[in-house]
């Protein structure tokens, strides 16, 4: 049994833990180590328990744990080799035994547990997101990437469950305080997903069974809960994709986990 918490999501931290009976993992560790013992407590779980840290890129907001975390509990860190030298300055020593290279397009396999490696649009060295298999069951983490290709579609249609990035809306972004080369960044291809554009890309890889849908790191300042799951459901209703049946949304929290669920 696969099982599921996005322990924090947003602009100021990112996490995901995901177990079976015999391994656990955490996507990313964006927050302080103390702050991650914390949201582990809230679920129930130990770090000494963790199989590995899997890294998408070297934003600090997915990697300000890692170090900590790495050497306190002598869990392996796998991460790309590009994304390795890219955040070696921001973690500081990891011992050699816990460092391994989880290249682009790939497959590791932890029992009966298959993790893939995928290839997204965001400004960063080498920025690559996970697919996790068990059996007939598959989860999908997809943030931090400024479009969804038909290439990534491919890899992450037909999931029982979707951490979907879901980061802001363009009317709050284009009127709010960044100065316009951030909003430039935002919006372009190596950005982020608005609202919309996150439901359309969903509505291509949804299948026509029960699908849960977590809305991930929504932005501080130019998102809303409620205005994300509104705008989702309004475009995904207007491609026949009806939420509330087979299709549910989530939110999840920068403060708080998810409940931790079976996929």
């Given at each position: 049994?696969m099982?599921?918490?996005?322990?924090?999501?947003?602009s100021?931290?990112?996490s995901?833990?995901v177990?079976?009976?015999?391994?656990?993992?955490?996507?990313?560790?964006g927050?302080?180590?103390?702050?991650m013992?914390?949201?582990?407590s809230?679920?129930?779980r130990?770090?000494?328990?963790?199989s590995g840290?899997l890294?998408?890129h070297?934003h600090?907001?997915?990697?300000?744990g890692?170090g900590?975390?790495?050497?306190?509990?002598n869990v392996?860190?796998?991460?790309?080799?590009?994304?390795w030298?890219a955040?070696?300055g921001?973690?500081?020593?990891i011992?050699?035994?816990?460092?391994f290279?989880?290249e682009?397009?790939?497959?590791k396999?932890?029992?009966?547990?298959?993790i893939?490696?995928?290839?997204?649009?965001?400004?960063a060295?080498?920025?690559?997101?996970?697919t996790f298999?068990?059996?007939?069951?598959?989860?999908?983490?997809?943030?931090?990437?400024g479009y969804?290709?038909?290439?990534?579609?491919?890899?992450?249609?037909?999931?029982?469950a979707f951490?979907?990035?879901?980061?802001?809306d363009?009317?709050?972004?284009q009127?709010g305080?960044?100065?316009?080369?951030?909003k430039?960044?935002?919006l372009?291809?190596?950005?982020?997903?608005?609202?919309?554009?996150?439901?359309?890309?969903?509505?291509?890889?949804?299948f026509?069974?029960?699908?849960?849908?977590y809305?991930?790191?929504?932005?501080?300042?130019n998102?809303?809960?409620e205005?994300?799951?509104?705008?989702?459901?309004?475009t995904?209703?207007?491609?026949?994709?009806l939420?509330?049946?087979?299709?549910?949304?989530?939110?999840?929290?920068a403060?708080?986990p998810?409940?931790?669920?079976?996929?």
């Amino acid at each position: 049994m696969m099982r599921f918490s996005v322990l924090a999501s947003g602009s100021t931290g990112n996490s995901i833990y995901v177990e079976n009976d015999e391994h656990a993992f955490i996507v990313d560790a964006g927050l302080s180590g103390k702050r991650m013992e914390q949201l582990f407590s809230k679920i129930d779980r130990n770090m000494k328990q963790l199989s590995g840290i899997l890294v998408t890129h070297e934003h600090i907001d997915h990697i300000k744990g890692i170090g900590v975390l790495a050497r306190k509990y002598n869990v392996p860190i796998y991460a790309n080799a590009k994304t390795w030298q890219a955040m070696d300055g921001n973690i500081g020593d990891i011992p050699s035994a816990q460092r391994f290279e989880f290249e682009m397009e790939t497959v590791k396999h932890f029992g009966s547990l298959a993790i893939e490696s995928f290839a997204v649009s965001h400004d960063a060295a080498d920025p690559m997101f996970y697919t996790f298999h068990e059996n007939d069951r598959k989860l999908v983490v997809i943030t931090d990437t400024g479009y969804v290709s038909d290439r990534m579609k491919g890899i992450i249609r037909g999931a029982d469950a979707f951490v979907f990035e879901s980061n802001h809306d363009v009317g709050m972004l284009q009127m709010g305080r960044y100065p316009w080369s951030t909003k430039r960044r935002i919006l372009s291809d190596v950005g982020h997903v608005s609202n919309e554009d996150a439901a359309i890309a969903m509505s291509d890889v949804v299948f026509d069974k029960p699908t849960n849908i977590y809305l991930a790191h929504l932005s501080k300042d130019n998102n809303m809960k409620e205005l994300a799951r509104m705008s989702v459901t309004q475009t995904l209703q207007s491609c026949g994709i009806l939420v509330g049946e087979h299709v549910h949304l989530f939110d999840t929290d920068a403060e708080n986990p998810t409940t931790l669920v079976t996929v």
